[in-house]
C-alpha cells in the first residue's frame, strides 16, 4: 500500500520535471556543454532533441550537431557523414541543412576516401544550392577531388603563374 502511494505520489513529480525541458533549453544546455569541451556529455542532448523534438525549429541544428560529434568525439566519419546527409535531406531549406550537405560531401570525400559518393553529394549540393556563397567552394572541391595535397598545390601554382602571365600579355598592349 505505501508503495503504491509513492508511485501515485512520485510519477507526476517525474512527469512534471521532465515536462518542463523543451528542446529550445536542450539545445542551450547541449551547446554550453560542446562549446566547453564536453562534446559527450552534449550528444545524448542533441540526439534527444532529433527524436523527442523532431518537428521543432531546434532538431535541424540538433542533428547538425549530433554529425560534428559523431566525427569528432566518436571518430566516425561514416555516421557523421550519412548524418549531415539526413540534416540536408529533411531540412534542406535551413541553415543547417545546407551546411549539412557540403559537410557530407567533404567527408565523403576527404576523410572518407568515397569519391565518387563525395561527388554525388557535391553536385548535388550545385543543384540545390547554385546561388550560395559555398559554390564557389563546391566547383573547386569538384575540380580537385581527389587529388594529392602536392597535386592540388602544383595546380594552383599553374592556374596563378597563367593568370600572372595572361595579366602581363593585357598590360602590355
Avoid at 88 to 108: C, N, V
Amino acid at each position: 500500500m505505501f508503495h503504491r502511494f509513492i508511485i501515485l505520489f512520485a510519477l507526476p513529480l517525474l512527469i512534471g520535471g521532465c515536462a518542463g525541458q523543451d528542446a529550445s533549453d536542450l539545445l542551450a544546455q547541449a551547446t554550453t556543454l560542446r562549446e566547453s569541451g564536453k562534446g559527450s556529455e552534449a550528444l545524448p542532448l542533441y540526439e534527444q532533441i532529433t527524436r523527442d523534438y523532431a518537428e521543432s525549429p531546434q532538431a535541424p541544428e540538433a542533428m547538425y550537431h549530433c554529425a560534428v560529434l559523431y566525427f569528432k568525439e566518436q571518430m566516425d566519419p561514416i555516421k557523421a557523414a550519412t548524418t549531415y546527409e539526413l540534416v540536408a535531406e529533411k531540412f534542406p531549406q535551413t541553415e543547417w541543412g545546407h551546411r549539412g550537405l557540403f559537410a557530407a560531401a567533404y567527408t565523403y570525400a576527404n576523410e572518407i576516401g568515397n569519391l565518387e559518393r563525395g561527388r554525388h553529394a557535391y553536385e548535388k549540393y550545385l543543384a540545390q544550392y547554385a546561388d550560395s556563397s559555398m559554390a564557389e567552394t563546391v566547383r573547386f572541391e569538384l575540380e580537385n577531388l581527389g587529388k594529392s595535397a602536392e597535386e592540388l598545390l602544383e595546380s594552383i601554382q599553374q592556374s596563378q603563374a597563367a593568370e600572372s602571365a595572361t595579366a602581363e600579355e593585357g598590360g602590355g598592349q
